[in-house]
């Protein structure tokens, strides 16, 4: 049966996204070499070139935090009535990242600030509630961010499929970008395939079953999607995945072509998702920001005007979640971008030596509350610059040439 929601809404969707990347990444050739893989694995049947590395000052608030500054600027802060933040990396229990994001873009006090979890794919529950709270407030912005860093055990398999970074998306109603569908369909099922317990820094992954429960959620999402929007697979153009690592698009992509018995051929196929792919290829998975980023990878690299154009798109959350959604992109939707900065974000950030990756790797803040510094490593505006008596220290990087800020926010204690 088909549900009309649409009626008597407004038009609501994505107005402006914008990423941040660590200012480091390790080439894949030199993670190959050293584990005495073939480089051809992890480029070719992982779709990984790089992966993205946290320095000891980056976290996913400083990460948050750069994006949430760049998609902002210029904007009315006065119409801010939201932040939701989506991660799997919490740095604490009971305070929400989102406040620290708060305070590091000095947003007004009105504006509500909270964290959601749901492993990868809260990130699109956050922007389903952005959704809905534009609808009702159309004169409102919601900003959702999504942040993370992936991070499994030194020589796991899972090791290559790291990366770490932050998408910020901009929600509000008449929206430059994408006019998102009021239709989504989800998929739910207690499953154990990827989890992290409180206690440990890595996940802990049933790597092939999580390939195998990612695609039935995809199956039943589409399913429930279908019984919503009853609209045929021709309707999209383009679709978008989240991307562990950019072949499981690939793999996801020819299930849901299977499925419809779609009569594409490979190079139709993969045209259809291929320019989602290119940044999630050099950053790694990102988690909750991995769909998001496919999604302004497609708008940023797609050599074709998607003006009109309706994307389908695929959230999965290990555990698990999975919700099929999707949208249509608006005319004049390049004029918004900022592919530039991003490019030229990605073309700055250094390679590291393994050995430096190992290091960065092991270590870890103090938790007994003594004071500590983090050596300066990030060309981010934001920082860690350290802890003190258990509480993290942000503050403006030194010098940062986007750095405006005269008032900052917690500075690191003296010691
Ligand atoms: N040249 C080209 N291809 C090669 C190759 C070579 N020399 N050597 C191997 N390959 C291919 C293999 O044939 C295989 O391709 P297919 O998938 O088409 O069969 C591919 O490279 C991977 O090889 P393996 O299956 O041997 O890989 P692996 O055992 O090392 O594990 C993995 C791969 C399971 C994805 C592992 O990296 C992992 O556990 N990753 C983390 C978990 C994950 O990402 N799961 C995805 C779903 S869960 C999710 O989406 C949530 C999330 O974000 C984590």
Not at 325 to 339: A, W
Not at 350 to 376: F, R
Request: contains cysteine; negative net charge.
């Amino acid at each position: 049966m088909s549900i009309n929601i649409s009626n008597h809404l407004p038009t609501v969707g994505i107005d402006r996204m914008s990423f941040s990347v660590p200012s480091h990444y390790l080439p894949l050739e030199a993670l190959a070499e050293n584990r005495g893989t073939s480089f051809r694995k992890y480029q070719v049947g992982l779709g990984q070139e790089k992966m993205s590395v946290p320095a000891p000052d980056e976290d996913i608030i400083t990460l948050a935090a750069n994006a949430g500054a760049r998609v902002l600027e210029g904007e009315d802060l006065s119409a801010l009535d939201t932040v939701i933040l989506a991660t799997e990396s919490g740095i604490d229990q009971s305070k929400a990242g989102a406040i620290y994001v708060h305070g590091l873009l000095n947003l007004p006090s009105h504006c509500r600030a909270f964290e959601v979890k749901q492993a990868c794919c809260s990130s699109t529950a956050a922007l389903q509630m952005a959704l809905a709270g534009v609808s009702i407030k159309p004169n409102r912005k919601f900003l959702v961010i999504a942040t993370d860093v992936a991070r499994y055990g030194l020589e796991t398999a899972g090791e290559p499929t790291q990366g770490a970074g932050a998408i910020a998306i901009l929600v509000s109603a008449n929206p430059r970008l994408i006019a998102m569908d009021p239709e989504s369909g989800s998929y739910t099922k207690d499953v154990m395939d990827f989890w992290r317990p409180n206690y440990l820094d890595t996940a802990l992954v049933d790597g092939k079953y999580s390939i195998k429960v990612y695609l039935d959620a995809l199956e039943n999402a589409w399913a429930e999607y279908q019984r919503e929007a009853d609209r045929p697979f021709e309707a999209f153009s383009r679709f978008c995945y989240h991307l562990p690592f950019t072949r499981m698009g690939e793999k996801a992509h020819n299930q849901l072509t299977s499925l419809v018995d779609a009569q594409l051929s490979k190079e139709d196929r993969l045209h259809q998702i291929e320019a989602g792919l290119m940044y999630n290829r050099q950053i790694g998975n990102t988690y909750t920001a991995s769909l998001h980023l496919s999604i302004l990878s497609m708008l940023e690299n797609d050599t074709e005007d998607l003006s009109g154009k309706r994307i389908g798109l695929f959230s999965y959350g290990s555990g698990c979640m999975g919700t099929f959604f999707s949208g249509t992109v608006q005319p004049g939707y390049r004029d918004t971008l900022l592919t530039e900065a991003h490019a030229k974000q990605l073309a700055s950030r250094i390679p590291l030596e393994l050995p430096t990756y190992e290091d960065w790797y092991a270590h870890s803040l103090p938790c007994d509350g003594q004071t500590y510094l983090t050596p300066l490593c990030t060309r981010g505006q934001f920082r860690l610059g350290g802890i003190d008596a258990h509480q993290r220290q942000y503050e403006a990087s030194p010098g940062h040439p986007s750095s405006t800020r005269q008032d900052g926010p917690a500075q690191l204690a003296q010691v």
